[in-house]
C-alpha cells in the first residue's frame, strides 16, 4: 500500500468513528426524552380534566420544570463527554496520518466553552419545552380536553427532534474545531500542508452547496467559499444555520 493509500485509510476509519458519535448521541438524547415524557405522562394521567384543582396544576407544573430540568442536566452530561471524544478524534484525523505523536489539540478553554455552549442550548430548549408543555396543559385542563389528547400533546413537545439535532451538530462542530486547530499547529512542522472540504452523505437532506464544494483544497489558514460563505472547516460557528447545522 502506497503512503498515499495509507494516509486516506487512516483518515477513512477516523472519520468513520466520528460518525460513529451522532448515532449514538441522538440515541442517547432521545432516551433521555424517553424518560421525561414519561414521567411527565405519568404526572398528567393522574388528574382529572372535569374536576381539576388549581393546586394540582401548581404541583404538575413544578413536576415538569424538575423533569426538563433533569433531562438538560443528563443529557448535557452526555453530549460534553462525547464533544470530548470528537475533540480526541478531531486531533487524530490531522496527527495519526501524518504519522506523529497526537501532539496537536482544542485547547482547553476552546473545548469547555464548546460545551458549555452546548449545554446552555439544552438546558434553553428544556425550558422552553416545560414552558409550551405547562402552557398546553393549562389551556387543555381549562378547556375539560380529553385526557388521550392532552396526553398526544405532551407527547408531541417533548418528542420533539430539535434536541437530538442540536447534540449532534455540537459534537460534530467540535470535531471540526479540534482538525483545525490541530493542521494549524502541523503547519509549523509542515509548512506546505494543505486541508481539503470532504462532503460526507451524513445529513437527513443533502445541501448541494457542500456537495459543490467536495475536493476544494485550500491552504491551513484559508477559508473555503461555501454558497457564498467563508467557512474555516464544516460547521464553522461563522456559517449560517443552513451551512453549519448537521
Excluded at 14 to 27: D, E, N, V
Excluded at 69 to 86: C, E, P, R
Excluded at 198 to 206: F, Y
Amino acid at each position: 500500500m502506497t503512503d498515499q493509500a495509507k494516509f486516506a485509510a487512516k483518515v477513512a476509519e477516523l472519520i468513520k468513528q466520528s460518525r460513529a458519535l451522532t448515532p449514538a448521541a441522538r440515541k442517547t438524547v432521545m432516551e433521555l426524552l424517553d424518560e421525561a415524557r414519561t414521567r411527565i405522562a405519568g404526572q398528567v394521567a393522574t388528574l382529572n380534566p372535569q374536576g381539576f384543582q388549581a393546586a394540582q396544576l401548581k404541583q404538575l407544573r413544578f413536576s415538569i420544570d424538575q423533569a426538563m430540568g433533569k433531562f438538560a442536566t443528563d443529557a448535557s452530561h452526555q453530549v460534553n463527554l462525547l464533544q470530548a471524544q470528537a475533540a480526541r478524534i478531531g486531533t487524530q484525523l490531522v496527527s495519526e496520518p501524518l504519522g506523529e505523536l497526537a501532539l496537536g489539540h482544542i485547547a482547553t478553554d476552546r473545548l469547555v466553552i464548546a460545551q458549555g455552549y452546548a449545554a446552555d442550548l439544552i438546558t434553553n430548549l428544556s425550558k422552553k419545552s416545560a414552558a409550551d408543555l405547562n402552557g398546553v396543559i393549562q389551556r387543555a385542563f381549562l378547556g375539560g380536553q380529553q385526557m388521550s389528547d392532552i396526553l398526544s400533546q405532551v407527547s408531541s413537545i417533548v418528542g420533539g427532534d430539535r434536541a437530538p439535532v442540536v447534540a449532534t451538530t455540537e459534537i460534530l462542530r467540535v470535531q471540526s474545531i479540534a482538525t483545525q486547530a490541530t493542521l494549524e499547529e502541523a503547519t509549523q512542522r509542515h509548512p506546505d500542508l494543505k486541508k481539503q472540504w470532504q462532503h460526507v452523505a451524513a445529513a437527513r437532506v443533502p445541501r448541494v452547496s457542500h456537495i459543490i464544494a467536495d475536493g476544494l483544497i485550500r491552504a491551513v489558514d484559508e477559508a473555503f467559499d461555501v454558497d457564498g460563505e467563508l467557512l474555516m472547516f464544516p460547521r464553522d460557528p461563522n456559517g449560517s444555520a443552513y451551512n453549519s447545522v448537521y
